[in-house]
T-cell receptor, first 116, second 109 residues
Framework: NAGVTQTPKFQVLKTGQSMTLQCAQDMNHEYMSWYRQDPGMGLRLIHY???????DQGEVPNGYNVSRSTTEDFPLRLLSAAPSQTSVYFC???????????????FGPGTRLLVL | GQSLEQPSEVTAVEGAIVQINCTYQ??????LSWYQQHDGGAPTFLSY??LDGLEETGRFSSFLSRSKGYSYLLLKELQMKDSASYLC??????????WGAGTKLIIKP
């Protein structure tokens, strides 16, 4: 099992450029999510999905789009990059069988994004 | 609003015991979990408390008091590899995890 994989590991963008951060998991988890992590702040939820074809917004969705066409993949799209989107992005997945399984999230290694 | 408060930094000595606190105010409560995050790494799951009381996993224990909105993580027999940030997270009424900013644990030899 590779667990949760993310690509790329690092990315530099210019303001206004668009890009897609890739996320894949091989654990057959129904729940997947995207977070951003900024210094001095907790992880903030961007978008999440409870299964293929179902997505919803989290706390900070503006400027980001997601889709979930398969159980395995959950890409995050930056529509028009802004310096405020400079951050570390984590993808995570978990089961949806209740209790400890739902809160046991498995994280990818992260993507470090710099927007100039 | 929803908030989780943790101290930003805690210092301890190798071989000792340290306690990291987390207080929370959330709309609904469906459990609290603790994660460890090394510098440059991803968070990894440590423990979960759904009910009041103490949960123990090896050198790590986590305590929860729902009436006080309070949890702590206890690390025993500290090792240098325990130097990391420790994040608490609460599952709220929207079934999402709300995260604290994390506590950086510095361990001195």
């Amino acid at each position: 099992n590779a667990g949760v994989t993310q690509t790329p590991k690092f990315q530099v963008l210019k303001t206004g450029q668009s890009m897609t951060l890739q996320c894949a998991q091989d654990m057959n988890h129904e729940y997947m999510s995207w977070y951003r992590q900024d210094p001095g702040m907790g992880l903030r939820l961007i978008h999440y999905s409870v299964g293929a074809g179902i997505t919803d917004q989290g706390e900070v969705p503006n400027g980001y789009n997601v889709s979930r066409s398969t159980t395995e993949d959950f890409p995050l799209r930056l529509l028009s990059a802004a310096p405020s989107q400079t951050s570390v992005y984590f993808c995570a997945s978990s089961q949806r069988t209740g209790g400890v399984f739902e809160v046991t999230q498995y994280f990818g290694p992260g993507t470090r994004l710099l927007v100039l | 609003g929803q908030s989780l408060e943790q101290p930003s930094e805690v210092t301890a000595v190798e071989g000792a015991i340290v306690q990291i606190n987390c207080t929370y105010q959330t709309s609904g409560f469906y459990g609290l979990s603790w994660y460890q995050q090394h510098d440059g790494g991803a968070p990894t799951f440590l423990s979960y408390n759904g009910l009041d009381g103490l949960e123990e996993t090896g050198r790590f224990s986590s305590f929860l008091s729902r009436s006080k909105g309070y949890s702590y993580l206890l690390l025993k027999e500290l090792q240098m590899k325990d130097s990391a940030s420790y994040l608490c997270a609460v599952k709220d009424s929207n079934y999402q995890l709300i995260w604290g900013a994390g506590t950086k644990l510095i361990i001195k030899p």
